[in-house]
């Protein structure tokens, strides 16, 4: 009896340190799925992103022409050379200009249209189709319908000042007016993207607002300044940041319209990069540039955020 009593006992606990044992291994699993799911992200992310901008890094301090076995280490020579280089001031006057001014005019002019295509009419739906149209167009597309549109000869930008009786403009070969001409390009592309967003988000503010603004006898600026504007505030605050950081990223179009020029005037930091890295090969170089332009967004995104962030209304 003895006998048979311990071996039940003993059963019994085994059973329970088995069932201990599945309770553990479900409560690791639900803990750990997670985790596992994003983790192919996560790789693609610390290898094609992660691992590019610690390389870039590592490069800036060495001296290599990218066909050399062997690299010479020389600290910070890179970034000596690079703030005593006047071109590269010119350099970032020209990203600071494209960027401020494709951001500011596309993102205002964006505004405008989403606010005059609110209304739900067949005009509207064909109006908001159009506009949208440049955006779904390769850079590289259209890079070469502006090298026509702005030619100086057979244009047709210059064919319809000559109607208006103004001379003939030369929009892409002009340095007081080249970068100029390339922000127009970039405004053209994404203000119909831009446009859809905004006009999206408008499409939620609810109406029982404007109908409430209508019965205090509130004028439209009032109501758009009330109303309107801080209920687009995350919307806004979106598209300018990722406006921001593609404005700084602009390659295609200066690459096949200008190729920096004329006299560097349409030179931006990644076309430098590109051109310092792989037509000079000055690897190196190329990558302390690479790292300024890394600085310069971290710290341009970070005081948005800090500066503005608190300014965003959000619904909920």
């Known amino acids: 009896m003895l006998k048979e009593a311990i071996a039940i006992s003993l059963m019994k606990k085994?059973?329970?340190?088995?069932?201990?044992?599945?309770?553990?291994?479900g409560k690791v699993w639900r803990m750990s799925k997670p985790y596992l799911f994003i983790a192919p992200a996560i790789c693609i992310f610390l290898v094609f992103s992660i691992y590019p901008a610690i390389s870039i890094v590592d490069l800036s301090f060495y001296h290599w022409n990218l066909v050399s076995p062997s690299k010479e280490f020389i600290g910070l020579g890179n970034y000596i050379n690079l703030f005593h280089d006047p071109d590269f001031f010119q350099i970032l006057r020209n990203t600071i200009f494209y960027t401020i001014?494709?951001?500011?005019?596309?993102?205002?002019?964006?505004?405008?249209?989403?606010?005059?295509?609110?209304?739900?009419?067949?005009?509207?739906?064909?109006?908001?189709?159009?506009?949208?149209?440049?955006?779904?167009?390769?850079?590289?597309?259209?890079?070469?319908l502006w090298m026509w549109l702005m030619n100086t000869d057979i244009g047709l930008l210059n064919y319809i000042l000559s109607l208006l009786g103004i001379?003939?403009?030369?929009?892409?070969?002009?340095?007081?007016?080249?970068?100029?001409?390339?922000?127009?390009?970039?405004?053209?592309?994404?203000?119909?993207?831009?446009?859809?967003?905004?006009?999206?988000?408008?499409?939620?503010?609810?109406?029982?607002?404007?109908?409430?603004?209508?019965?205090?006898?509130?004028?439209?600026?009032?109501?758009?300044?009330?109303?309107?504007?801080?209920?687009?505030?995350?919307?806004?605050?979106?598209?300018?940041?990722?406006?921001?950081?593609?404005?700084?990223?602009?390659?295609?179009?200066?690459?096949?319209?200008?190729?920096?020029?004329?006299?560097n005037a349409t030179n931006t930091l990644v076309f430098a990069i590109y051109e310092y890295g792989f037509k000079f090969y000055k690897i190196g170089y190329a990558s302390a540039i690479g790292v300024i332009l890394l600085i310069i967004i971290s710290i341009f995104t970070a005081l948005y955020f800090r500066g503005l962030s608190h300014k965003v209304h959000y619904c909920g």
């Open 101 to 144: 001014g494709t951001v500011s005019i596309s993102l205002s002019l964006s505004l405008l249209l989403a606010v005059y295509l609110k209304q739900d009419t067949q005009m509207n739906k064909i109006l908001q189709r159009i506009i949208f149209s440049p955006y779904i167009v390769s850079l590289s597309s259209v890079a070469f």
């Open 167 to 263: 001379d003939k403009v030369d929009w892409l070969g002009n340095t007081s007016l080249a970068l100029f001409s390339l922000v127009l390009i970039s405004v053209w592309k994404t203000a119909g993207y831009n446009t859809l967003i905004i006009l999206a988000a408008l499409q939620t503010i609810p109406k029982y607002l404007y109908e409430a603004a209508a019965l205090d006898h509130a004028g439209t600026i009032c109501t758009f300044r009330k109303i309107t504007l801080p209920l687009l505030s995350p919307t806004l605050f979106f598209l300018t940041i990722v406006d921001i950081i593609s404005s700084f990223k602009v390659f295609e179009t200066i690459q096949i319209m200008t190729d920096g020029g004329p006299q």
């Open 14 to 25: 085994k059973n329970v340190s088995v069932a201990h044992d599945g309770i553990k291994l």
